[in-house]
């Protein structure tokens, strides 16, 4: 694992969840997230008749490239409704370890499980793309990527 020391002098690593002071309060958001924000924001730069910048349109690619949440017959808010709740549902999830310490998901694990097309991923694969999930048991993995799955289903559906 490659480590990183950023500007504040923090060994950043990913896989230990180690990151800089300044990413400890953000909120995250997924590219399901973001492309909903873009398309709207494009919407309403549409009827302000302006045009939309380089580093928008190339935004809105790559989250449109990676977006695997979405349905064109949904309604906007039904969406955001959707991936809000499953943010809520990650951001909240909780697990006791056999020492009775509560395990959670960290802002990072959360914002890279929105991002996950998880519609038959094991939980061998999610540990793999998220090595900091192999704190939790594996029963505790396969409860999130439920959680993604069963959005993804009602989105899709």
Avoid: C, W
Wanted: glycine residues 2%; hydrophobic residues 40%.
């Amino acid at each position: 694992m490659v480590l990183e020391e950023s500007s504040t002098g923090v060994n950043e690593n990913a896989a230990e969840l180690q990151f800089d002071p300044e990413f400890e309060d953000i909120h995250i958001l997924s590219n399901a997230q973001v492309a909903i924000i873009l398309q709207a924001s494009a919407r309403s730069a549409v009827n302000r008749d302006e045009e939309l910048n380089d580093v928008y349109r190339k935004t809105q690619k790559y989250v449109d490239r990676f977006n695997t949440m979405t349905n064109p017959e949904k309604e906007h808010q039904e969406l955001v409704d959707e991936l809000d709740n499953l943010q809520e549902a990650l951001t909240t999830f909780r697990k006791e370890t056999d020492e009775g310490e509560e395990m959670e998901l960290h802002s990072f694990e959360v914002a890279a499980l929105m991002n996950l097309v998880a519609t038959d991923m094991s939980v061998e694969e999610a540990t793999s793309l998220i090595p900091s999930l192999s704190r939790f048991p594996e029963a505790a993995i396969d409860e999130i990527l439920d959680l993604i799955r069963s959005t993804m289903i009602r989105i899709v559906s």
